[in-house]
Structure formats: C-alpha cells, structure tokens
C-alpha cells in the first residue's frame, strides 16, 4: 500500500509539472506573439531611417581616387543634392586623418549669398529686459547661460509667440540660421519656427493665431523629430517629416534653413536632416517669421539669428567682378579653426579654381571692431590662412594658388553700430590677382 501511494505520487508530480511546463510555454508563446506585433509596428516608422542608413554605408565604401576604400569615419563620397534634387557625387580629396567624420559633413550643399538681410544676437539688450525689436504675449528675457557665450532670448512665457516686429523682404532664395538650447523639459513636438506672409501693417502686436498671416510654413524642432507644415487659406498642409538628428537638450543647436521657391531643407549636427522639394504653396512672399510653443514647461534659448541671399554665382562674380564677399565661412568665437559647415561656400571656391587653372587668389579675413585692435588683426590673419589649407587639403588647391591676408577691422563694409552691421563686417573676402 506504501509502494502504491509512492508511486501515485511521483505519477501526479509528472503529471502537475508537465501541464505547469505547458501552461509557462502558453505564456512565453503569448508573448513572443506580442512582441512580434510591436516590431512590425515598428517596421514601417524606421524603414526611412534604415534606408537611409544604408545608402551611407554604400557610399563610405566607394573608393578614393588612390584606390584605396576609405575606412568609416574618414573622408569619402557623398551625394550632393542638386537643384532638382538628383544625387551628384562628390568628393573630399586628401580628407586629414583626425577628421574622421568628415564624409558626413558634404552634405552641407547651401552656399549663403553675400547679402546679410537680417541678424540677431541680442548684444545691444541689457541682461534682464526683453528685446527691443520684438513682441510677445507673454514674458522672457535676455540672459546669459552657462555653456555658450554670448546673450540668449528665454522663451519663457507660456503659450507665447515671439514676433520679429519689423517686415523682412525675403527672396525666392535665402538661408535662416539660428542657435537653439533646449532645456531640461523640452517636448518632443519641441518649439515651432514660423515663416509666413503678413498683410498686416500693425507689426507691433504679436499675432498668436495659429496659422499666421495668408500663408507659410510650420517647422517644428522636436527633441525626436522634426516636421513641416506648409499652410494657406482653405488648403491642406503639404507636410513632411524626418527623424534623422533631432535636437539635443541642453546643448547648443546650430540650424540651418534653406528656402529655395517651393522647396526647403533643414541641416543639423553634419547632415541634412529634411528636405521637401514641394512644402510650401506656389506664390508665397515671406516677410515675417516668429517662434512659438504651447508647452508650459519647456523654455528653450535662442540667439545668433542670421538671415542671408543664398547661392550666389561667385563663378561670376570671382572671374569678372574680381571678388567674391562671403558669410558662409564659419569659426567659432575667438578662433581660428574652419567649421565643417563652411564646406560648401569653400567647395564652390575650389571648383572655380579646379575649372580655371591659370586663376591665383588672395584669402583675405575681416573682423568687426569688438575687442582688442591688435587680436582682431592677427585672428583675421590666422583665419585666411586657416581656409587657404582647407583649400589645400579637402580639395587638393596648390599652395602657390592661394595668398592670405587679413585686415582686421580696418575695413568695414557697414558702420560698426548694431548686430547687423557688425555681422556684415565679420567675412571672407577672396580676390583674383
């Protein structure tokens, strides 16, 4: 009788086990079935991003002109947006070796024009105050932040607009530039920059509507995306989207907006992040822009406003006009060392020379009048020779080509008086000899 009950048992914990094995593989089988749903959830939002990432695998292995394929992160190829959008090739030739990410930075392809048509770093504000020249319906104020230097506008109302009170006469053609940090509370629908046609004389009241004016375009800068809405009377959104370098928080942010007729690109952190041939209606004249946010606990900075012409023809203008002035030459405050945003201003100076052997230049830097006589002298001098070895290096120019000089704040082309005067006196100029 003990036997059987022993053996009973061992035949029910078999039996309890076996069904309880069961039961565990039910639930691992649910849940595989659940997390294969989330994946291919997933699947169509990141088959763009995947895409994307592939064709630039494809392009860093092409080989250079050495024959030799150039490991990740070094100089390569990469496509450069035409004016239809067809993909061109390009190459960065003799790319330095500390440089590793520079392939990246070709797709910088905007060339800003050599008319500065409005800036703003808010150094005529006192600390504390609100711009003068803009209005809100709500609060902020200049200040100062910790990891950059310069002043900043605190967006810190909420459900604010920030208006530019005074009309701009944008071209079909023109580049927006600015400098966003975002803090800590930043959303992911982020702030919004508007663009937009106003017909409106009274330029003095912030208009909060949320489609200004008869017509423009929405950019949304999210921490995780950015997005465009095209927008006019009666009409849908023309409306794009991509999630390529969204901006960091708590960092500063260089963007970078390209206008051309209907058609817009956006580049951040070396790349082109967005580019939409048709988002904005037919016919629109831009002459206003502003930024808002409905978020009540997210108050971002901005400063360094630039906008300028684009795309000039400094074919042109170098071989018969005998000068080319640039603003799309780019240094940091104080320094001397050439930003990867510059590639295409400088690119578009070496293809001139490339077509044009028997053709020397002279590089020569200007400052404004801020600060010591004597170190604006020598930081001009030290930044033409910084682009004269650009020159040299990504684009393989002879050094006997190429002269340098720098003139400091000796010759303004605006009087030293205000952000935009002093913008248009801090350029390159290169001069056929």
């Known amino acids: 009788m003990k036997k059987l009950l022993i053996i009973l048992g061992i035949m029910l914990f078999v039996v309890s086990e076996a069904n309880g094995q069961s039961w565990l593989n039910s639930l691992g089988n649910k849940a595989k079935e659940k997390a294969k749903e989330k994946v291919e959830q997933k699947v169509e939002e990141k088959t763009e991003e995947v895409m994307e990432r592939g064709f630039e695998k494809v392009e860093k292995g092409v080989k250079s002109e050495k024959g030799e394929k150039r490991e990740e992160g070094e100089g390569g190829e990469e496509g450069e947006e035409g004016e239809e959008g067809e993909e061109k090739a390009v190459t960065v030739k003799n790319a330095p070796q500390q440089k590793k990410s520079l392939e990246s930075f070709t797709q910088y392809d905007f060339v800003p024009g050599d008319k500065i048509l409005y800036f703003e770093d808010f150094s005529q504000d006192a600390i504390g105050d609100f711009p003068a020249l803009w209005t809100s319906n709500g609060s902020g104020e200049v200040k100062s932040v910790s990891i950059a230097p310069g002043k900043w506008l605190h967006l810190n109302g909420e459900d604010a607009v920030y208006c530019y009170m005074r ?93 051309q007729n209907r058609r817009i690109r956006i580049y951040h952190a070396g790349a082109k992040v967005l580019d939409a041939p048709t988002n904005i209606y037919p016919g629109v004249a831009f002459n206003r822009f502003r930024f808002s946010g409905w978020d009540r606990n997210s108050h971002p900075f901005i400063s360094n406003l630039k906008i300028t012409t684009a795309a000039p023809d400094m074919r042109s203008k170098l071989l018969t006009e005998g000068k080319i002035v640039s603003y799309g030459i780019y240094f940091d405050s104080g320094k001397d060392v050439v930003k990867p945003e510059s590639y295409g201003s400088v690119k578009e100076i070496a293809t001139v020379l490339q077509e044009n052997p028997d053709v020397k230049i002279k590089v020569v830097g200007h400052t404004d009048s801020d600060g010591d006589d004597a170190l604006n002298l020598d930081l001009s001098k030290r930044r033409a ?49």
């Open 167 to 259: 009309k701009i006469e944008f071209p079909t053609n023109f580049i927006v530039e600015f400098d966003l940090i975002p803090d800590k509370e930043y959303s992911l629908d982020g702030i919004i920059f508007t663009l937009y046609q106003d017909m409106s004389d009274n330029t003095e009241v912030a208009d909060d509507d949320l489609y200004p004016g008869l017509a423009g375009i929405h950019i949304m800068l999210g921490s995780n995306e950015w997005e465009t809405l095209g927008y006019k009377e009666s009409n849908d959104w023309l409306r794009a989207r991509a999630s390529k370098n969204p901006v960091v928080i708590e960092e500063s942010n260089h963007v970078i907006i390209w206008v």
């Open 385 to 433: 020779l910084a682009v004269k070895r650009f020159l040299e290096k990504e684009f393989g120019i002879a050094a006997d080509r190429v002269q340098t000089d720098g003139l400091g704040e000796q010759q303004p082309v605006a009087p030293n008086d205000k952000p935009e005067n002093k913008a248009k006196n801090r350029r390159v100029e290169f001069i056929k000899l």
